[in-house]
């Protein structure tokens, strides 16, 4: 069941959100959902890398937390964060 969540944004914020989710046609908590939940997917898979050594490409399939993440997100992050395999 969804629980609901309450935060406080400075009016400028509000606003930007407000003219964004009316472009999108959608209301302001479906706009704030939206980037919740992309902003958690990236910062598990960042918080991830970063608790995770990566010796080899190959490992990554094996990693929890990563194995639930597409393949381009993965590498994605791995090209923002200039980690290479060794």
């Known amino acids: 069941m969804a629980k609901t969540v309450t ?3 400075d ?3 509000v606003k930007k959100i407000d003219e964004m989710a ?7 908590s479906a706009l704030l959902r939206s980037f ?3 902003a958690l997917k990236e ?7 970063e608790d995770y050594r990566i010796d080899n490409l190959d490992t ?8 639930d993440s597409s393949f381009y997100t ?3 992050s ?3 964060k200039r980690v290479y395999c060794t």
Do not use: M, Q
């Open 74 to 76: 993965i590498i994605f």
């Open 78 to 80: 791995l090209c923002l």
């Open 7 to 9: 935060t406080r944004l």
């Open 11 to 13: 009016e400028g914020y």
């Open 36 to 38: 919740f939940l992309c």
């Open 43 to 49: 910062y598990t898979v960042r918080d991830s890398l």
């Open 22 to 28: 009316a472009r999108k046609g959608i209301d302001r």
């Open 60 to 67: 990554l399939n094996y990693h929890p937390t990563l194995r």
